[in-house]
């Protein structure tokens, strides 16, 4: 009995660390977006806005965030860490440049 016990934990444990590495590597490769053939960089602000912020913040999800001078360094933080009901962001989702480029957008428009 104990020794199945045990052998199912270690089994266990190694699938954990499978998953954890294969999503290591996936976050590595996906790490440098202005890398040929890594595929996806955002344009600029606007594009992010539209195509990821717009979703909820034009939608009446979450609240108007444009028009109302927000700091730059408040979005940056909101988009990295969440608020409540309000999302992370990882840098293989936004990298730091477009996420500048999005706070200013945000905080100027
Ligand atoms: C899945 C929906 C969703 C998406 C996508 C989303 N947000 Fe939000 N956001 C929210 C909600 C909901 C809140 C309110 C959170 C709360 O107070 O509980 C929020 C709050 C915020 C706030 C704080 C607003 C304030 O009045 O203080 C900022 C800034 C913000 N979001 C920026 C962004 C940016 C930039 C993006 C795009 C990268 C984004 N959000 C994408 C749902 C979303």
Redesign the pocket.
């Known amino acids: 009995m104990r020794k199945i016990k045990a052998g199912g934990a270690v089994s266990g444990f190694l699938l954990v660390m499978t998953i954890a590495s294969g999503t290591m590597a996936n976050a590595a490769w996906a790490a440098p977006p202005e890398a040929p053939g890594a595929g996806f960089s955002w344009k600029d602000g606007a594009e992010?806005?539209a195509k990821?912020?717009g979703?909820?913040?034009d939608a009446q999800?979450?609240?108007v965030?444009r028009g109302r001078a927000?700091p730059a360094a408040?979005?940056h933080a909101?988009?990295r860490n969440g608020?409540?009901?309000?999302?992370a962001?990882r840098p293989s989702e936004?990298d730091n440049q477009s996420l500048a480029k999005?706070a200013e957008y945000?905080s100027k428009n």
């Open positions: 992010v806005y990821v912020c979703y909820c913040h999800v979450g609240p965030i927000l408040y979005i909101v988009v608020n409540r009901a309000m999302p962001f936004i999005l945000i």
